[in-house]
């Protein structure tokens, strides 16, 4: 599975992006899907995360209300909305996908990674 992540950019504080990340795979209904971040100086976290029916979706609590992660399967595909963009947001984004388990989304090793996609909030 090979993941294209894209729709990064720098932006003003407030502002939205959406990003987008499409994937080679087939049967994505059957993956779960991430998108991470890595700030400049910092560790990877994880921003989103969605089982491949939609069923659970996680978001880290400092994205909770601004960012909307979605997916269109038959597209084989995932986004996330950002929203009310803040500096904080500033780092390079990544999508991952993994087959699922029978387990969440959040705290698993995922298979598959994208490039990432620079998002640049300033001030």
């Known amino acids: 599975v090979q993941l294209q992540a894209s729709g990064g950019g720098l932006v003003q504080a407030g502002s939205s992006l959406r990003l987008s990340c499409a994937t080679s795979g087939r049967s994505f209904s059957s993956y779960a899907a991430a998108w991470f971040r890595q700030a400049p100086g910092k560790g990877r976290e994880t921003i989103s995360c969605q089982k491949g029916k939609r069923d659970w979706t996680y978001y880290a609590d400092h994205v909770k209300g601004r960012f909307i992660i979605s997916r269109d399967n038959a597209k084989n595909s995932v986004y996330l909305q950002m929203n009310s963009l803040k500096p904080d947001d500033t780092g390079l984004y990544y999508c991952?996908?993994?087959?699922?388990?029978?387990?969440?989304?959040?705290?698993?090793?995922?298979?598959?990674w994208g490039r990432g996609t620079l998002v640049t909030v300033s001030s």
């Open positions: 991952a996908a993994v087959p699922e388990g029978g387990y969440g989304c959040y705290g698993v090793v995922y298979d598959y």
